[in-house]
């Protein structure tokens, strides 16, 4: 753990969004808890979490130039270093910096920084309220 006076160290990981079958799930409560627990999550290889010290469970500040949120991580089955793993869910679409040149989000490539924090969950709710500010100020 970083003494209180130091700031955690950062790590740049790339970020690739996909499907999961807790999206059909829970579609009818996205604002509920089952939703959040199973939603606000970034999954790492294991090699990255040693090298990063985080434990599976344990809280991550993920941030793009699009937003920064608190999320569970989780350790892989499957090696893939430098490479991150989150369900399609409104804390992806959060990080999403914007279209490309042809107009269409990326959701296979988002860069972010990440770093260990004893902070709560960033929460459903508290993320709608963000992402609405940002949209009234552009």
Known sequence: ???????????DVT???????FQSMYA???F?????????VIIFDESDMRKMS??????VKVKSSGCEVVLTARKS???HPGIAFMPNSIYANALI??????G????????????????????VRQLVELQKNVELHV
């Open 1 to 11: 753990m970083v003494s209180k006076f130091m700031i955690e160290p950062e790590y």
């Open 15 to 21: 970020v690739v969004t996909v499907r999961d079958i």
């Open 28 to 30: 009818g409560d996205k």
């Open 32 to 40: 509920g808890a089952d939703y959040q627990n199973h939603s606000a």
């Open 54 to 59: 985080m434990a599976d469970g344990g809280r």
């Open 77 to 79: 089955e499957d090696a």
């Open 97 to 102: 910096e914007g279209a490309d040149d042809t």
């Open 104 to 123: 269409i989000p990326e959701y296979k490539q988002i860069g972010v920084t990440v770093s260990r924090t004893t902070n709560e969950l960033t929460g």
